[in-house]
């Protein structure tokens, strides 16, 4: 029987110290893959990579946003691990909530950087150093909110909709040789997303069909399945995972 597993591929996760990108980066490493955790502190990522088990952790630290960086982080996961096989954009940030028309453009701009060119810079340091020659698969960390609209983050939400739609131009354009999806995670009980569901948990988890929020496993065991073989029919798709809440029109509030 085929066992899903990433024995002998070689992975970078952004955004990996803590939240879902920790959570794919140590369902990878127990796969058996060899992972490159990065984020922007030196110190979070030692913690992250000394819990987890498996295939070998290396760490990088990196501003997911900084085209050099970037860079740096690639060619270093290149040479320690011996080759790229699997990069997972799934660093972001959300300086700002509120009414779209009232952004800053400083905020906007950060918005921008980070949760939609950050992600077209990994790819194409990764299809440079590795992909471009050896294949491989490219995971993008959108969200439910690049489906449908939500109040206070119109402009996150945007980040994260244009995200699907280059993930399925990336996928186009690299195959055959290399696989692009998205995944759209719901409500995640996350640090990041804390301020959506922590007042008033129960209430919004009783607006989603299976009568909880996500936690970040949820979605790492989501990323594991289009980074394996399992998946090797699959491009260009964007995964919801999200316990249901899309059936819903919204959560309260």
Known sequence: MAELSLI???????????GIGRAIAA???????????????????EEAAASMHGGRVETFAANAGDPDQAEACVLATVERLGGLDILVNNAATNPYMGPS???DLSRYDKTFQVN???????????????LRDHGGVVLNVASVGGIRSEAAIGIYNTTKAALIHLTKTLAAELAPGVRVNALAPGLVKTDFARALW?????????????????????????ALFLASDFASWITG???VVDGGALVRPSFPG
């Open 198 to 222: 922590e007042p008033a948990e129960e209430v919004v988890a009783a607006h989603v069909p299976l009568q909880r929020l996500g936690v970040p496993e949820d979605i790492a065991h989501a």
């Open 237 to 239: 798709d964007t995964l």
């Open 27 to 45: 369902e990878f490493a127990a796969a058996g893959a060899d992972v490159m955790l990065s984020s922007r502190k030196a110190d979070a990522l």
């Open 116 to 130: 939609l060119r950050g992600p077209l810079v990994w790819t194409q340091a990764a299809w440079r150093a590795s």
């Open 8 to 18: 002998g591929k070689r992975a970078l996760v952004t955004g990996a110290s803590r």
């Open 101 to 103: 028309l009232d952004v």
